[in-house]
């Protein structure tokens, strides 16, 4: 019997990779996980082996505070997937955590055009589908 859990949601979903599972686990439990290096304390996302400050392999998953600012943005004014139609204009965003690390997101629970660089925001999940959770970020 095929898996239509999915059925709902009209957009691409992502897949996770073998570095980045503990990031999307984390996110189904409502928590925001980033790594941590523990030879110079940097905190970084998208998931790697190898922390960028140092080069250390040597790292841990910590909780972030889902706190951060935007640091950058672009407003879509057009759907370039069928998804997106009803939610013309949406806001992606690159959101600067209190604890350093940038996320790539949307920006939500606010108007597209009220969306500006170093508004504080905080995350927010998204359940959209039994599996799959996403982390968006909203107006505080």
């Not at 250390?56 to 057009?78: A, I, K, L, M, P």
Request: aromatic share 10%.
């Amino acid at each position: 019997m095929p898996d239509d859990s999915n059925a709902e949601y009209s957009r691409a979903l992502p897949l996770p990779s073998p570095d980045s599972v503990p990031f999307w686990d984390g996110a189904k439990e409502h928590k925001l996980l980033i790594q941590k290096c523990r030879n110079c304390a940097t905190h970084w996302h998208p998931p790697s082996t190898i922390c960028p400050g140092c080069g250390s392999r040597d790292n841990d998953w910590v909780e972030s505070s889902g706190r951060g600012t935007v640091f950058s943005f672009v407003t879509y004014h057009r759907a370039y997937h069928e998804g997106w139609k009803g939610d013309i204009p949406y806001v992606v965003a690159v959101v600067e955590l209190e604890e350093g690390a940038r996320i790539l997101s949307n920006v939500v629970g606010i108007a597209a055009d009220q969306v500006v660089c170093d508004m504080n925001v905080e995350v927010m999940f998204d359940d959209v589908t039994e599996d799959v959770t996403l982390p968006k970020f909203r107006p505080v």
